[in-house]
């Protein structure tokens, strides 16, 4: 079973979903790639997973970094966990690209190198938003293209972390924008 629950935030009403594992899915609202459930979904505000996940928002949108995860139990290929878990490692306030993932992950395989492209795409489907910064990821050039939430949130993200802007630009064209 899959319970949900709604955060009322800066960016709009997020939807929280969990399962008795930990939270697997932070939704912003008009995000690209929408949760789709395949088992018997249920309000349910009162769950101890919710409420250590509300803690951890409340102390990101007060502008505080948050001191630890809420239980996380997204959903993904090896690949997609793998990239998951390097975006957790990025430090609030902080950007890397999706090249320096790419590089960090041919590293731990053994590979001589690793699509950025791979990588990006396995960023665009990161199921638990804002938790797992996605938005902290930026192409090598400074474009802040690959936010599937929308460029607008993904502005908003960093520039409430206190990331210096004035070395990124929205690209004119893109599948990201």
């Known amino acids: 079973m899959t319970a949900i629950t709604h955060y009322p935030s800066p960016l709009g009403t997020l939807l929280l979903a969990a399962d008795d594992q930990g939270l697997t899915h932070l939704a ?30 409340d102390q990101y949108f007060s502008g505080t970094a948050p001191s ?26 902080e950007t890397t690209t999706y090249g320096a993932i790419a590089r960090e992950i041919a590293r731990m395989r053994g590979l001589a190198r690793m699509s950025a492209q ?44 206190g990331v210096d802007m004035n070395h990124f630009f929205v690209p004119k064209k893109g599948t990201a924008l």
């Open 28 to 57: 912003l609202p008009g995000q690209r790639y929408q949760p789709i459930f395949s088992d018997t979904v249920y309000e349910k505000t009162d769950l101890p997973i919710f409420a250590e996940t509300r803690h951890w928002l």
């Open 68 to 93: 630890a995860f809420p239980p996380l139990h997204p959903q993904g290929s090896t690949f997609q966990l793998t990239v998951w878990q390097l975006l957790l490692t990025i430090p609030y306030g």
């Open 118 to 161: 791979a990588v990006g795409g396995a960023v665009g489907h990161n199921p638990i938003s804002i938790i797992i910064p996605c938005h902290r990821v930026v192409g090598a050039n400074g474009s802040l293209t690959g936010y599937g939430g929308g460029i607008d949130k993904k502005i908003a993200l960093l520039s409430h972390e």
